[in-house]
């Protein structure tokens, strides 16, 4: 993380940004305890495999075969589940991640963090989770210097913190710097957007054959369409031998 650029952002941000709560505007905090209390947060597996709607839609894109995307044409998912923390219709959530994402306050990660902490605590023992392993989805270098910090890496970070798992933050190399995903109107323009933009760092095959057989978390501010992640999870495969891979979210737009 680049500190000398999220300093200076924190510095400028001190003087713009109300140190008010986001909910009720009373108390001198981020958000307050009581204005925290009214978030959602779940326990679940969110039930991506049901989405009928993504499903028809990928379905209808393979046969008419268009889009370049190998997703659409390829039925099988390369995420076991996705967990989502909470829920992005409500309003508070939706401006604490805004202001963690684009007005670059640093301290909402820890929040965003114990939502997905809470999350995944009552799940951990029925996902069966083997040698845990934790990684952020990577920015581009270019947005990164941008925005100075990654947010995914935040929120990694605070799990990994909390359950004292290991947090792998180089291992997937963000090749292109893409259109936001929520800029692009349609599913299969998002998955073709996101095709074939993520590698692996080149490692040994001992290190390699250290990361099979693990469950991986794969960890983001907010999904829309998975493919991102589902990108993601198709590049660790197509190395790391028989892993379980979850996606890990504060929302889904
Ligand atoms: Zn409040």
Not at 67 to 74: E, F, M, T, V, Y
Not at 132 to 154: D, K, S, T
Not at 206 to 224: A, M, P, W
């Amino acid at each position: 993380m680049n500190n000398h650029h999220a300093s200076k952002s924190k510095k400028f941000l001190d003087l713009i940004f109300p140190n008010k709560c986001l909910g009720c505007q009373k108390i001198n905090q981020i958000i307050c305890e009581p204005c925290l209390q009214n978030i959602p947060v779940f326990s679940r597996m969110d039930p991506y495999s049901n989405d009928q709607k993504l499903f028809s839609l990928r379905l209808a894109e393979a046969r008419k075969g268009e889009g370049k995307s190998r997703h659409i044409l390829n039925k099988n998912k390369y995420l076991n589940g996705l967990i989502v923390a909470s829920d992005w219709t409500n309003p508070l959530l939706k401006n604490l991640i805004y202001n963690f994402k684009y007005n670059f306050v640093n301290e909402i990660g820890q929040i965003l963090g114990n939502f997905l902490v809470r999350s995944l605590s009552p799940l951990s023992t029925s996902l069966k989770i083997k040698s845990a392993l934790v990684i952020p989805i990577p920015l581009h270098p270019l947005r990164l210097r941008w925005r100075g910090f990654n947010q995914a890496e935040i929120l990694a970070n605070v799990i990994g913190k909390n359950f004292n798992w290991p947090i792998i933050d180089n291992l997937i190399i963000r090749k292109k710097n893409t259109h936001p995903q929520m800029t692009i109107d349609n599913i299969p323009n998002r998955y073709d957007n996101v095709s074939g933009i993520f590698s692996l760092k080149t490692i040994s095959e001992y290190e390699l054959s250290n990361l099979s057989k693990r469950t991986i978390f794969l960890v983001d501010d907010v999904c829309t369409t998975e493919a991102t992640l589902q990108e993601s999870a198709y590049c660790l495969r197509s190395k790391i031998q028989n892993c379980t891979i979850y996606g890990l979210v504060v929302a889904r737009a």
